[in-house]
């Protein structure tokens, strides 16, 4: 089970960081991504952290604002949102794969074990 937190109601320029905590005890054998959905969209990609947490990768939009980190003695994925900007407003997932020791950036559904309920990212002008 994943239950993400964090999100809300911020301007132009402020930070976030969500959060994803896992239940379980094999959390550290997978690789966790991140994904949003703007209203009327489909989901898209935004990042994913191997299950060590050294190795992670970002998606265009996010390079140089958003970073991703991980604890894995809390069982805890984070995104950190930085100079947010009112097209970063979107729900926010976290969904996790079992790791193959290459770090997978799908769109689909399917190719994850497990799914957040998500969290709402609001950002205003």
């Known amino acids: 089970q994943l239950i993400e937190s964090g999100g809300g109601s911020v301007q132009t320029g402020d930070s976030l960081t969500l959060s994803c905590v896992a239940s379980?005890?094999?959390?550290?054998?997978?690789?966790i991504n991140w994904f949003r959905q703007a209203s009327g969209e489909g989901r898209k990609f935004v990042a994913t952290?191997?299950?060590?947490?050294?190795?992670?990768t970002m998606t265009q939009s996010g390079k140089g604002r958003f970073t991703c980190s991980r604890d894995n003695d809390k069982n805890t994925v984070y995104l950190h949102l930085n100079n947010l900007k009112p097209e970063d407003t979107a729900v926010y997932f976290c969904?996790?794969?079992?790791?193959?020791?290459?770090?997978?950036?799908?769109?689909?559904?399917?190719?994850?074990?497990?799914w957040g309920q998500g969290t709402q990212v609001t950002v205003s002008s």
């Open positions: 952290v191997s299950p060590t947490g050294e190795r992670w």
């Open positions: 969904a996790a794969r079992w790791y193959s020791g290459i770090l997978v950036d799908s769109e689909n559904d399917a190719d994850y074990a497990h």
């Open positions: 379980g005890p094999t959390f550290r054998a997978y690789q």
